[in-house]
T-cell receptor, first 115, second 118 residues
Framework: DVKVTQSSRYLVKRTGEKVFLECVQD?????MFWYRQDPGLGLRLIYF???????EKGDIPEGYSVSREKKERFSLILESASTNQTSMYLC??????????????FGEGSWLTVV | AQTVTQSQPEMSVQEAETVTLSCTYD???????LFWYKQPPSRQMILVIR??????QNATENRFSVNFQKAAKSFSLKISDSQLGDAAMYFC???????????????FGEGTQLTVNP
């Protein structure tokens, strides 16, 4: 079974703090994604990566950055956390080729509260 | 850009009955994939069913089936013989079939919260 692990399930951070959300997958997937989930808005893509050190902006990248130094690990960074970044963050991974309809697998999510 | 719309924020169904969740999408592409994901209270996203746009036959997975209307850009999910464990948030999602990396992303709808009444 594919496993996508998000290291922190629940975090409480102060406004202005730098926050790291870590994600690791164990199936040698090329693609990794960070989504944000908010009520009534569904899941919105923040950033994704299709290879080590490669990244592309999603729909809502403002206030976020990412790092992918190793294939299995994809980190989401909030340089200076703000209260409007309080949300549920979901990491996901998949094989590279979209044309084969590869399934995207999700982690269990990280609840971030910024106070 | 593709968009996915779920117009039903909440739905409820009696146990053992059938319920249909609606989803519409907008795209200029001809080849793509559509998905329904289930998110129970544990928040783990679970793939329920997948449909390839080039296939005319509607996908089925046990009690779950879809009604895929490509011309109308509609992709509804039917849950038959509803069970208490079906209670969850359900998301409709779109994925391009283009080969380049930007086509790998999923675009989600807003979600439909399904309640199953005993």
């Amino acid at each position: 079974d594919v496993k996508v692990t998000q290291s922190s399930r629940y975090l409480v951070k102060r406004t202005g703090e730098k926050v790291f959300l870590e994600c690791v997958q164990d199936m040698d997937h090329e693609n990794m994604f960070w989504y944000r989930q908010d009520p009534g808005l569904g899941l919105r893509l923040i950033y994704f990566s299709y290879d080590v050190k490669m990244k592309e902006k999603g729909d809502i990248p403002e206030g976020y950055s990412v790092s992918r130094e190793k294939k299995e690990r994809f980190s989401l960074i909030l340089e200076s956390a703000s209260t409007n970044q309080t949300s549920m963050y979901l990491c996901a991974s998949s094989l590279l080729l979209a044309s084969s309809g590869n399934t995207i697998y999700f982690g269990e999510g990280s609840w971030l509260t910024v106070v | 850009a593709q968009t996915v719309t779920q117009s039903q924020p909440e739905m409820s169904v009696q146990e053992a009955e059938t319920v249909t969740l609606s989803c519409t999408y907008d795209t200029s592409e001809s080849d793509y994939y559509l998905f329904w994901y289930k998110q129970p209270p544990s928040r783990q996203m679970i793939l329920v069913i997948r449909q390839e746009a080039y296939k005319q036959q509607n996908a089925t997975e046990n009690r779950f089936s879809v009604n895929f209307q490509k011309a109308a850009k509609s992709f509804s999910l039917k849950i038959s013989d509803s069970q208490l464990g079906d209670a969850a948030m359900y998301f409709c999602a779109y994925r391009s079939a283009r080969g380049e990396t930007s086509g790998s992303r999923l675009t989600f709808g807003e979600g439909t919260q399904l309640t199953v009444n005993p």
